[in-house]
């Protein structure tokens, strides 16, 4: 059964799914973090790569998108024959310096700016709508019957040069209602490109800023079974569009309430712990993230790899789930508790496929290592969960470690053993750790004052001088 718990009072709104009462997928809107994927531009090709097969387009939303040639309306719009068209470069299709009109397939990342796309798509309650689409088709949940009426009407509905997609609750409602939505969006194509003719590249003219919209349109309405909310608009909203929406007006958040926050405040830890007592440590690095399976408290009740083979399947079905709820794409490389025969990690390798059919994510499971490691490539869809949550820690620069007390008092003594033989003192603000361990280094000449601030291990020289200055100064500097 799935759930959308929706915390949307707040000026951080967030939409949490759960499927059979596990957190599976997290979503957050925030002022600071601006999404825009689904927004469409009029936007300026800056330059053509043949060897790519791909244009970069400049959107005014600071690094320019990436568009390939398969995604170009005027490439799509060709009646050519799709291997006549394989043979034919990106350069006949788009040239440096052209407005093109474009949408956002995919928010950019880091240095990576955003993935767009030449084929346009509006979006209702039931129907999909893509101008240069050039297919029809129906959702395959429908019965056979009501695909076929569908079917029909859509190819009555559009030109060849059009496409659309009715969707799974399309199912059982009035045809006028369908027809009706998909008159309004072709009317809205119609204001765009008219919208269009009156600006200058770059230029935003379509603002895809529904949260909301946008998440249950991701999820997919149809599949979910309860919706829970604690804002009254957003209740209403949901309510008129059919959805079954519980509305919740308790003065405590939601998520405290029903306990939804401590299961997120689980996701910012790098342990995770699995049913049997073992657990799994998630470590991110910039090539790829490392995942190591332990077997921790669970020792088994009758032989090792009986117990190796528990703890990794139930790792296999975890790690699933926390690849989708941190959004973790890329190269993820997994080290399960060792296995002596392939016959196990068939069985693993088994376990995890069917858990990922559950994700809208690619997720590709490469296979087994000569070292027993499982290589995993999955698509990142958002950004990822770490990055919204967390940011680099300014003590160790994102390294994760800082550097000792120890370390740091044997600096702090190079430091001071290099000071001029005139100075007769000094005063130092470092931790109490680092003091400690300097108080038993010999290499110190001058006489030292302390100011112990604690934190991260750290010195800085505040003063050098005598040591009756050093004194008066210690009066008027701040102690903390």
């Known amino acids: 059964m799935k759930e959308l718990w929706m915390n949307i009072k ?3 709104k967030r939409i949490v799914l759960k499927e059979d009462g596990k957190l599976t997928e997290l979503f957050f809107s925030r002022p600071t973090y601006k999404q825009i994927e689904g927004n469409i531009y009029l936007g300026r090709v800056l330059n053509v790569l043949p060897g790519m097969q791909a244009a970069f387009v400049d959107i005014g939303e600071g690094q320019p998108g990436f568009i390939h040639r398969d995604h170009l309306s005027s490439y799509q719009a060709s009646f050519t024959p799709k291997a006549e068209k394989e043979k034919t470069s990106i350069s006949k299709w788009v040239h440096q310096g052209e407005a093109i009109i474009v949408q956002v397939l995919k928010d950019g990342d880091g240095n990576k700016g955003p993935k767009l796309t030449g084929i346009i798509e509006f979006t209702s309650d039931h129907v999909i709508y893509q101008p240069h689409g050039r297919f029809k088709s129906v959702s395959k949940k429908m019965k056979k019957e009501e695909r076929e009426k569908w079917r ?204 990922t059919k559950k994700d809208k994510a690619i997720v590709v499971p490469v296979g087994f290592t000569e070292l027993d490691l499982l290589q995993i490539t999955r698509k990142k869809r958002r950004e990822p969960l770490t990055n919204l949550l967390k940011q680099s820690c300014e003590a160790c620069h994102g390294a994760g470690r800082v550097l000792s007390a120890e370390t740091v008092a044997y600096q702090l003594e190079r430091e001071l053993s290099s000071v001029s033989t005139d100075i007769e003192a000094v005063i130092v603000e470092t931790t109490s750790n680092v003091k400690r361990y300097l108080q038993t280094l010999s290499n110190v000449q001058v006489e030292v004052f302390y ?30």
């Open 10 to 12: 707040g000026t951080e």
């Open 152 to 355: 029909e009407l859509a190819n009555s509905w559009c030109t060849k040069e059009e496409g659309i997609i009715i969707r799974t609750n399309a199912e059982g409602k009035a045809v006028s209602l369908i027809e009706k939505e998909l008159a309004d969006l072709q009317q809205q194509y119609i204001d765009l490109q008219k919208k269009s003719q009156n600006r200058k590249a770059p230029s935003l003219l379509f603002e895809d800023n529904d949260f909301i919209g946008k998440t249950i349109k991701d999820i997919g309405i149809e599949e979910i079974h309860k919706i829970y909310v604690d804002d009254s608009t957003t209740f209403q909203f949901l309510r008129n569009h059919n959805a079954p929406v519980h509305f919740y007006n308790g003065k405590e958040n939601i998520f405290s309430h029903y306990g939804i926050e401590q299961e997120i405040e689980k996701l910012r830890k790098k342990i995770v712990w699995l049913p049997s007592g073992g657990y799994i440590i998630i470590e991110h690095t910039e090539a790829m993230t490392v995942i190591d399976v332990n077997s921790g408290k669970y020792t088994g009740k009758t032989n090792f790899q009986e117990t190796a083979t528990l703890i990794n399947k139930e790792a296999a079905t975890e790690i699933a789930r926390q690849l989708r709820v941190r959004d973790i794409g890329g190269i993820i490389i997994i080290d399960f508790i060792e296995m002596k025969s392939d016959k196990d990690r068939n069985v693993i390798l088994s376990t995890f496929k069917e858990e």
């Open 451 to 480: 100011i112990v601030k604690e934190g991260a291990p750290f010195f800085e020289l505040r003063f050098l001088g005598s040591v009756l200055d050093a004194k008066e100064r210690l009066k008027t500097l701040k102690v903390y």
